[in-house]
């Protein structure tokens, strides 16, 4: 499979020699500004993965549910 190294911060390709890091940089900065679609894409897959992480962390410690991302009337001042 011939996969293509893309930068993470902008989603362009990398330069040849820069295949091996996730952000422009050697070779000069980020070619263009990241889309908001690029951008929200990597947020998500970051937060993702950081959800993801803590929850084998918990299951490795013995623990339940650690956090609840869901949202909810009663975060925002509602009835306690």
């Known amino acids: 499979m011939d996969d293509i190294a893309v930068c993470e911060l ?5 330069a040849p020699g820069e295949e091996m890091f996730k952000f422009h940089g050697y070779s000069g900065p980020c ?5 908001e679609e690029h951008l929200k894409a990597v947020a ?12 084998e962390l918990a299951k490795a410690a013995g623990c339940g549910v650690i956090i609840n ?12």
């Open 44 to 55: 998500e897959k970051r937060f993702s993965e950081w959800l993801n992480e803590g929850h």
């Open 10 to 14: 902008c989603g362009h390709p990398m």
């Open 31 to 35: 070619p263009e500004e990241p889309s």
């Open 69 to 80: 991302v869901s949202p909810s009337s009663d975060a925002e001042g509602g009835a306690a």
